[in-house]
């Protein structure tokens, strides 16, 4: 994973991360060969293909002909899903802006073909699905200098809605299929199942008639509904690429062709296997069309939590324009722009609240129950709710930039991504096919050398069955449904895999260390205690520590802060300020050289604390962080600053022991104070006195041995940590620079998203490797049963069209398993408020980090 996280950082200033979606992908060997097809072109790298999605991402370097991969794709016969959009355009007046028009929305990664109309000013862009966003075509003619709105976009279904229309488009084939093969199961089964049906063909339209009736049936079915397998099994037959298509393509043809020779030309078979098979092509393609209609509908439920997450997007916000309250499009709105929430409505963008006062309900976002009391210069979500009161907000972030877009954007890269485990899988179904078709070549051949009369029509039941009963889908499927389901469900309890490999990373952790500031504790130090040396008065040394102070943005320092303001201190001018990273900082004030920091900033200048040294111990020992400060050169005072624990960190932690995980703390505190957090919360390690750049080799400290592990944390000077760590985990409320050196981001600032993480990461991998075992199992067990292996002893030769039901149930199965993870529950409600299972515990230290 370092690696990858290298290899990213490395390339991210000339390459581009794209998704496109792919249509006609049914199987594993699908997959694999789009995968192969689009690692071999020039330029494009990291190619990641889901099956469940029907989607694929990969890096493309820029300068890269985009048009090379849509080529590619639609040359072996899975193209890309594009769309039309058609844009108006403004201030366009020659064919050189058409031109500029042109060139600007060519350039964009992702555009097919373009074409701009000067006449009726407007362009329309053909686009692949994904890869490029109407509104991205807006900017950029924008920044060209003409500016458009949308007029119309072609083929614009959600992800959800294309396959409940897929769902609908098959079921209404399968019903046709159905009904067109029910005489034909009737006739041909019904004289071996049931007395005297066999007499009463035979007396009426005759067996030679019955079997015209089965051909024109079973032909429509094939040539019908039953076309799709044919029209896409041969032709990657020809390429020497088959697939599942393939299979069936060439089972059900060879009953049909087999059928068809007995019907019309029986001179050429023996007449003690003159039979035909109409029943078992018509009931194969009819049982698969049906598995592949239960497919899309479980499809269509997998990515239900991205259309949640869509539905909290809101699509036009009333914006304040000439003094007047209008309601714009959310495409039209602009970073400055003022917008007008009343109660009850949803927040449209990122901003700040600039009048008004109301309660925000940010459970969407963050799961925390309790609505957020927001007033001017807070800021506010887009997708939350507006509780009570009217807000004035001004927009920060719109578009592409809104926390809500970035959330939907991580859960679909996640839901995207390639699992380490995926490669055996990637392995196998590369021969898969071509496997399976020897092996029904094989059993052909046996059968037709050592098989009992009637040896062909023996033949023919065992090599169809064995193409029919294998199932490359159930093991494409296995592992891209189940990544799919549980990252969206994460998503629902607050917790983002912004990396999907985190999703298997984490399920193998052994230790958990924890920041200690803003992720065991609140993050909100408050001064407890200042302790004068003698000759020192209280108010000027506190106006002197807090005028320092005042120049850093550390918690303790604001704390301090905070306590020279609530005392009256005056505040003085500070010169030549120095913060000395790890130690403290260092000031000059009103005329005074000011040190303020830890013991190890006092004895690296030398001075000696005296009796305020044995005051600092005694305050460490009731677990609060102690500083020192002096001036001109002598110790005047010891100042202890708490923090308190998270009212939910003590019972996180002992769920990840529960969970058979290590929990340490890495703090910049010393020993004294980080044992009494650690004895409160019950962690089992602690590194006390780490310097910020000390936390990645407290890390290999804790890698001894070979464990792996995880790092939590929510500061910038946690970032190197978070990229260090086997799975770095960011709290939400943390910085920016923290969230995008990590590898899973916590939407709430609480330790029990972590117990939430973990949970989700070991069902999600339990739930793949049962899906795994099934596929391969299933496959393993009943080809060469299928093959005829339990004939010679039980005389069980199994039917093509239980092959067929097999086979359709088997990827069901699959689909249906991965969906059990919707049901999954918290291991930590995040709704309950803690305080009904915790006391607020007493201040506790202050960060040292």
Not at 654 to 661: I, Q
Request: hydrophobic share 50%; glycine share 10%.
């Amino acid at each position: 994973m370092e690696e990858n996280r290298a290899s990213w950082k490395a390339e991210i200033m000339d390459t581009q991360h794209i998704k496109i979606a792919i249509e006609g992908m049914t199987c594993a060997s699908c997959v694999g060969r789009v995968e192969r097809t689009l690692a071999d072109v020039n330029g494009v790298s990291d190619v990641s293909v889901n099956l469940a999605s029907e989607s694929a991402q990969f890096n493309i370097t820029e300068g890269t002909d985009f048009t090379q991969v849509a080529t590619v794709l639609e040359s072996i016969g899975y193209p890309l899903r594009t769309r039309t959009v058609k844009l108006t355009l403004t201030s366009m007046s020659c064919a050189s802006c058409v031109g500029r028009v042109d060139r600007a929305l060519g350039a964009l990664t992702g555009v097919l073909d373009v074409n701009v109309n000067l006449a009726s000013e407007s362009a329309t862009v053909t686009i692949a699905e994904g890869a490029v966003t109407p509104q991205e075509l807006l900017t950029a003619t924008r920044a060209a200098g003409y500016p458009a709105e949308l007029a119309e976009t072609g083929e614009g279904l959600s992800a959800v809605a294309r396959k409940e229309e897929d769902a609908r488009l098959i079921a209404r084939k399968t019903l046709i299929a159905a009904l067109l093969a029910l005489p034909v199961f009737l006739i041909e089964m019904g004289s071996h199942v049931i007395p005297g049906v066999h007499d009463l063909i035979a007396g009426t339209i005759g067996h030679q008639a019955s079997w015209y009736l089965q051909f024109v049936l079973t032909t429509i079915i094939l040539a019908g509904p039953g076309r799709v397998f044919y029209a896409k099994g041969f032709p990657a037959l020809l390429r020497g690429a088959p697939d599942m298509n393939s299979l069936v393509a060439v089972g059900t043809g060879a009953a049909w062709a087999y059928s068809v020779v007995a019907t019309f030309l029986p001179g050429l078979l023996p007449e003690a296997v003159r039979a035909v098979y109409f029943e078992a092509a018509a009931v194969i393609v009819v049982l698969i069309l049906l598995g592949r209609w239960l497919e899309a509908r479980a499809k269509g439920r997998t990515g239900a939590a991205i259309e949640r997450l869509l539905g909290l997007q809101a699509r036009t916000a009333r914006v304040i324009r000439d003094g007047e309250a209008r309601d714009v499009d959310i495409d039209d709105i602009r970073v400055g722009d003022t917008l007008l929430v009343c109660p009850g409505e949803r927040i449209a963008l990122d901003g700040e609240v600039t009048q008004g006062e109301a309660y925000v309900d940010e459970s969407m976002i963050t799961g925390e129950p309790v609505p957020a009391a927001k007033a001017q210069g807070d800021a506010v979500t887009g997708g939350t709710v507006n509780g009570s009161g009217s807000l004035y907000i001004r927009a920060t972030r719109v578009g592409a930039d809104t926390t809500l877009a970035q959330i939907i954007r991580m859960v679909e890269d996640a839901q995207g991504a390639k699992l380490p485990i995926q490669g055996l899988v990637d392995r196998i179904t590369l021969w898969f096919v071509p496997v399976v078709m020897a092996v029904a070549a094989l059993t052909v051949a046996i059968w037709l050398a050592q098989g009992p009369d009637p040896a062909v029509t023996l033949a023919l039941v065992a090599g169809v069955s064995v193409l029919i009963i294998a199932c490359p889908c159930a093991m494409g499927l296995a592992t891209p449904t189940s990544i799919m389901v549980g990252t969206g469900r994460a998503a629902e309890m607050g917790v983002l895999f912004r990396k999907g490999d985190a999703l298997q990373a984490l399920a193998s952790v052994d230790v958990v260390a924890l920041d200690k500031t803003g992720t065991v504790t609140e993050g909100r130090p408050e001064m407890t205690d200042l302790l004068l040396a003698d000759g020192f008065d209280r108010a000027e040394v506190l106006s002197l520590i807090a005028a320092v102070e005042s120049q850093s943005e550390h918690p303790v320092a604001e704390a301090i802060t905070r306590a020279a303001q609530a005392e009256g201190a005056a505040r003085v001018e500070v010169d030549q300020f120095e913060s000395v990273t790890g130690y403290g900082v260092r000031a000059r004030v009103s005329g005074h050289d000011v040190l303020v920091g830890a013991d190890r900033l006092m004895a690296r200048e030398g001075l000696d604390t005296g009796d305020l040294a044995t005051a600092e111990a005694d305050l460490a020992a009731k677990g609060r962080t102690a500083l020192f400060a002096a001036i001109d050169g002598r110790v005047a005072a010891v100042i202890a600053v708490a923090d308190p624990v998270k009212p939910s960190s003590a019972g996180a932690i002992r769920a990840l022991h529960a969970a058979d995980l290590r929990v340490a703390m890495i703090t910049g505190d010393k020993r004294e104070t980080a044992d009494a957090i650690a004895r409160e919360v019950g962690i089992d390690t602690v590194i006390a006195g780490v310097l910020p750049d000390g936390k990645v080799a407290a890390l290999d400290t804790l890698r001894e041995g070979g464990a792996r592990v995880a790092f939590v944390g929510d500061g910038i000077n946690d970032a190197p940590a978070l990229a260090h760590a086997d799975v770095g985990i960011a709290i939400g409320t943390g910085t920016d620079v923290a969230i995008e050196s990590a590898d899973v981001v916590l939407m709430s600032g609480d330790l029990r998203g972590v117990v939430n993480a973990f949970q989700v990461s070991r069902h999600t991998m339990r739930n793949i490797r049962q899906n795994l075992v099934w596929a391969f199992g299933y496959n393993t067990a009943l080809i060469p049963v299928a093959a005829g292996v339990l004939y010679p002893a039980l005389g069980l030769l199994l039917s093509p069209v239980l092959a067929a039901g097999a086979m359709a149930l088997s990827s069901v199965f699959v689909l249906t398993n991965a969906l059990r993870l919707r049901r999954l529950r918290p291991a930590m409600d995040e709704s309950a408020r803690a305080s009904r299972s915790h006391h607020r515990s007493a201040a506790q230290p202050a960060p040292a980090e």
